[in-house]
Structures are given as C-alpha cells and as structure tokens.
C-alpha cells in the first residue's frame, strides 16, 4: 500500500496554534499583515485554509503565508502575502510578484520594514472592489437565465 504523502507541516485548529507556532520575525510581520486586513476592509472573514489565513467576502481576497508554515516539503524565509485575483489589480507600481502564474499575485516580506502600508491597503481596497463587481456580475448573469 501506497503511503499518502503529507502537504504540509503542521495541522492548526486555530489561529491561536499559528501564532504560537510562528518564529518571532515572521510573527511580527504577520501581526502587521493581519491588522491591515482587518482594519481596511470592512466585513472581511478571516478563515484557516492549508493552516494559514484567507480573507474573503464574497470570494476570496487575499491571504498571509508564513514561511515556517509549509506548502509539500517547502518552507521558506518571510511572509507571503497574496492576494487571489491579483491579475485584476492595476498594480502599476509593479509591486506585486506574478512568478509564473496567471491569476495569484503575491508580495513576500522579509522584514516588517519593506511592507509598503499605503501601497497594500489601496490593493485591499481595490481587490474588495473587484470582488463585489464579480458578484454583482454573476449576479446579474443568472438573472438573465
């Protein structure tokens, strides 16, 4: 019989467990990370999925990923902070990685110091814009059925 291969590292059952599991560096930009979410987009839901935090309101925004949290056997130094329909954002700054992906945009920080505050909170606002325009799309989409 074929062992199952494990996806990750750890199994968190709240973000308490996170917090404490978290190295102190990638702790400190996660708090700021979170405190930004939470306090520029009203409503948004914070959940665990794959064991770090997703945000959403109609559909999902963004998320913060620990480093020490793995993805398969891959962790990494920083915190990855991604938002899911990045590709949507005008992001003319060029701030954000796009990697080789096509929809998932994310920045990784190594230190609280190169988080642009600013630059991240018009995102947020711009990404919560987007979502609501998406559902009212699809929305207007199935009336029309």
Do not use: H
């Amino acid at each position: 019989m074929k062992e199952k291969k494990q996806a990750q590292n750890v199994n968190f059952n709240s973000f308490s467990e996170l917090l404490a599991f978290l190295p102190e560096d990638q702790l400190e930009i996660f708090e700021i990370l979170r405190e930004l979410v939470l306090s520029t987009v009203d409503g948004i839901e914070e959940r665990l999925s794959f064991n770090v935090p997703f945000y959403r309101l109609r559909k999902g925004i963004c998320y913060i990923w620990p480093g020490a949290v793995s993805w398969g056997n891959k962790t990494w130094e920083g915190v990855e902070f991604g938002f899911n329909y990045g590709y949507l954002l005008a992001d003319e700054a060029n701030y954000l990685d796009r990697g080789n992906r096509k929809q998932v945009y994310n920045k990784r920080f190594l230190k609280s110091a190169d988080i642009n505050l600013e630059l991240l909170s018009a995102y947020l606002l711009e990404a919560a814009e987007m979502d609501e325009l998406m559902y009212r799309e699809k929305m207007m989409k199935s009336r029309k059925r």
